[in-house]
Every structure is written in C-alpha cells, then in structure tokens.
C-alpha cells in the first residue's frame, strides 16, 4: 500500500543529510598555488581569500563569491522553470 508519509519522512531524512555535509563541507579548506596566485576555497566553494603575488584581494574574493551566488540564482531558476514544465505536461 502508498505510504505518503514514509516519502516525506525519507524526503526530510534526505534533507537533514545534505544540511550535514554541507556545514561538514563549509569546514573544510582546498588551497591552490599557481604562477603567484594562490586561491583558498571552502569545500562548499565558497572563496575564502585569493593572494596575488603576496597582496590579499579581497575584492576578488567578492566579485568571486557574487558570481558564485548568481550562477545559484540562475541555476535555481532554471530548475523551478523545468519542474513547472514538467508539472504543466503531466497535468495534461
């Protein structure tokens, strides 16, 4: 028999888990060196400091993190644009 609430239960049991590793993530550092500059990511890809042949840039750091949030936005957008497609052809 349908259960419903079982998909909700394993939908927020989903949820709780990605909410997990992503502060796991948030924690987590890659750091690159390349021809003087030296990039520093969180492993939620968020840009933490970029250093240019010794000086910080932190206006770098933020033209990157802004970028970063607009390709989410798009991608957000994108992906609601999809579902309410394809809610409207099911719905058919």
């Known amino acids: 028999m349908f259960n419903p609430l079982k998909n909700l ?6 949820q709780q888990q990605a909410q997990k590793m992503q502060a ?4 987590e ?4 060196e390349l021809n003087g500059v030296t990039v ?8 933490r ?7 910080d840039e932190n206006r770098v ?12 936005r798009l991608a957000a957008t994108k ?4 579902s309410q497609n394809q809610d409207s052809q099911d719905s058919q």
């Open 49 to 55: 400091r970029v250093i240019i042949d010794g000086a």
């Open 61 to 72: 750091v933020e033209a990157i993190n802004r970028a970063i949030k607009d390709t989410q």
């Open 79 to 82: 992906l609601l644009e999809i």
């Open 9 to 14: 239960r394993d939908l927020t049991n989903l």
């Open 24 to 27: 796991a993530l948030s924690q």
């Open 40 to 47: 520093v990511l969180s492993g939620d890809q968020q840009v």
């Open 29 to 32: 550092e890659v750091t690159v």
